[in-house]
């Protein structure tokens, strides 16, 4: 049987999940995704709630679980990898099933329910800009996560 474009763009949002909860060894309350695709540019990162605090993947040691981390350079590399590699595969989905690629894609994972919810937007950003990047834009939303839920 020959899977829908929803159920191949479900899993590849899935997989983004995953990684990102690899990443922490399950041990996390959320996992933000932030998804990013102007002009052929993509761009993948993701931050964490983890006992209460938001943080950044680099940080999550500083979330005081009594957990450590593998925060190595290499092991955020690969996340990224596999998170932009995935996000590749969405747009080669859209395309080859004349879809519009989203913009920009918000996820939310709540680890406790295993659930997430997905935001999506079609128009630009940050590219008519002068002065932002997919990197502010995705700073601009863990800080109002994180101020908004503090």
């Not at 309350?29 to 209460?52: H, P, R, S, V």
């Not at 879809?99 to 709540?110: A, G, L």
């Not at 997430?116 to 601009?140: G, P, R, V």
Request: glycine share 4%; net charge negative.
């Amino acid at each position: 049987m020959t899977k829908s474009f929803e159920d191949i763009f479900s899993e590849l949002q899935s997989d983004m999940v995953s990684i990102g909860l690899e990443y922490v060894n399950n041990k996390a309350d959320y996992i933000y995704i932030y998804c990013a695709c102007e002009n052929k540019m993509l761009t993948f990162d993701l931050f964490y709630k983890i006992n209460g605090k938001f943080l950044h993947k680099h940080k999550v040691n500083d979330a005081g679980n009594g957990f450590e981390y593998n925060v190595s350079m290499e092991r955020m590399r690969q996340v990224l990898h596999i998170g932009t590699d995935d996000l590749e595969k969405i747009y080669a989905l859209c395309k080859n099933d004349n879809r519009e690629m989203p913009t920009e894609i918000k996820i939310i994972y709540n680890v406790q329910t295993n659930s997430f919810e997905a935001q999506y937007s079609y128009d630009l950003q940050y590219s008519n800009k002068d002065n932002l990047t997919s990197d502010d834009i995705f700073e601009q939303w863990f800080n109002e996560v994180s101020s908004n839920n503090g």
